[in-house]
């Protein structure tokens, strides 16, 4: 009865080390936390929303498309460097480069996009 008890506090030991591990305070198996880029796409010249604008971060297969709002959001990044390139229909492609992002930190930005006159 004595070596089952110690074989079972062993294994319950063992096991609740592994659950309470931490590394810097953070959980070992928590997942590096995700970082945001939203944004809004617009007339250059009248400011007015642009609806259905492809955003797209180059080097991954991530796209999305601007609401009626001209508004957008990519989730779940990892911390680091992003170029975007923004489609619109009779308007000039448009490349914002090093857009960082770090942690849960959120990166807002507006694109100003222009009328291609070709």
């Given at each position: 009865?004595?070596?089952?008890?110690?074989?079972?506090?062993?294994?319950?030991?063992a096991l609740s080390t592994n659950i309470f591990a931490t590394n810097d305070?953070?959980?070992?198996?928590?997942?590096a936390?995700?970082?945001i880029i939203s944004g809004t796409i617009v007339d250059h010249e009248t400011g007015e929303a642009l609806a259905g604008a492809a955003i797209t971060i180059e080097g991954t297969d991530s796209k999305t498309y601007s609401d009626l709002e001209g508004k957008f959001n990519f989730n779940g990044l990892k911390q680091g460097t992003y170029t975007l390139k923004?489609?619109?229909?009779s308007y000039k492609e448009t490349t914002l480069k090093n857009i960082s992002v770090n942690g849960k930190e959120k990166s807002s930005i507006e694109i100003a996009m222009s009328i291609n006159e070709n």
């Open positions: 009865m004595k070596k089952i008890f110690a074989i079972v506090l062993v294994f319950t030991l305070g953070e959980p070992v198996n928590t997942p936390p995700s970082a923004v489609d619109y229909i």
